[in-house]
């Protein structure tokens, strides 16, 4: 019998980049800012979707709606 695969959740494909980005010993500020901005994106979805059913329009609808950013960002 062939064992049925759950999808990953946006939050667990979350928590486990980040542990990723800790592991890398990358900058306080970098993982700050992906903290940021990916938290910020999990809020725009509005519900906890299966990664893989995130699509480049989700993306797209986020960058969008982020007016406020400074050309920097």
Do not use: C, V, W
């Not at 759950?6 to 992906?34: E, N, V």
């Not at 960058?63 to 960002?73: N, R, V």
Request: hydrophobic share 35%; net charge positive.
């Amino acid at each position: 019998m062939k064992s049925k695969l759950i999808p990953l959740k946006y939050s667990q494909a979350l928590q486990g980049f980040f542990l990723t980005q800790q592991s890398r010993r990358l900058s306080i500020h970098t993982i700050a800012d992906y903290t940021n901005t990916l938290t910020k994106f999990k809020t725009f979805l509005e519900r906890d979707y299966a990664f893989q059913d995130i699509t480049s329009r989700h993306i797209e609808h986020f960058l969008a709606s982020q007016t406020h950013l400074s050309k920097k960002s």
